[in-house]
């Protein structure tokens, strides 16, 4: 059976993925747009079923014939820019009420160098293929518009699969393993600058706490917190309490620290707890009827007079 040159307006390009094995890809000029990419609709090709582990460089090779590759985009990587502008944005906002609330309590603050904040030593680096889920789709986006014409022609022969660098097949899994066990020296270096910044991160937040030695604190009902320190403490003019050492620290109270601590399980809440209550109360009425009742004729016994 000849196999159709295209299938709803997609071109059928079958490539020789293994001298076993034939793979087939679906092409077609692009249309539309894409949200965080620039993709010419005249120089654009659009690709669907890419095999899982396929790298930029061997679309690159497999489409060199019919001229210069710009660059490829991945539906994936589309994927991961969408969220990574979300996050970009959120850390926008973030660093605008920072500033905002800094003009609200302007300060004297120690000038902090960006240069004093560690940096983490990554791990090695992975230099593996990605794998994708089957099904894919991709983008080649040519220098010129005659490529793409050229492109989405039937081949006559089928197109061979490049190789690349990269290992694939269970060479890519034996790399992934020794990727994953790196030296231990590389590990105690990174876990080492890891520790260093988490300390600067808590130093830097402590700096930013509203509380200062030697400064009133005045609280939402308008009293003044007096701190621990000397015979009348670090702040003059009385107050209506004394801030414990962890709000000198973290400059946050402890909240609900009389709260009396609930029983785990609650009596009587479940139908067998009220069963073996009921039970044992029953048990305990006989026993105590059976002892009164052995003390009554114990004192029938001790009487004097029997007229019988």
Known sequence: MALPASISGFSVLPVSYSPNSTHYIYARAHTGSKKGFDLPSTRTLFLVNIPPDATERELTLLFKQCGAVERVVFDFDAQELNHDDSDSEDEEDEETGQEEAATEQPRKRRKVSKNDKPVVIPLPPRNLRTLRKTGRSAHIVFLD???????????????????????????????????????????????DTS????????????????YRKGEAIVDEDGFTLVTRGGAYGQTLGGGVGVASKRFQQTGHTAKNRNRKKEKKEKEGFYAFQKAEKQRQELMDLKTKWEEDKAKVEKLKASRRFKPY
């Open 145 to 191: 518009t005659s490529s793409l014409a050229r492109a989405l022609v039937s081949p006559h022969k089928m197109r061979q699969w490049p190789v690349s660098e990269e290992p694939h097949g269970l060479a890519h899994y034996q790399a992934l393993y020794e990727s994953l066990r790196p030296p231990l020296d590389a590990v105690r270096e990174h876990a």
């Open 195 to 210: 520790i260093n910044l988490y300390e600067y991160e808590v130093a830097k937040s402590k700096q930013k706490s509203k």
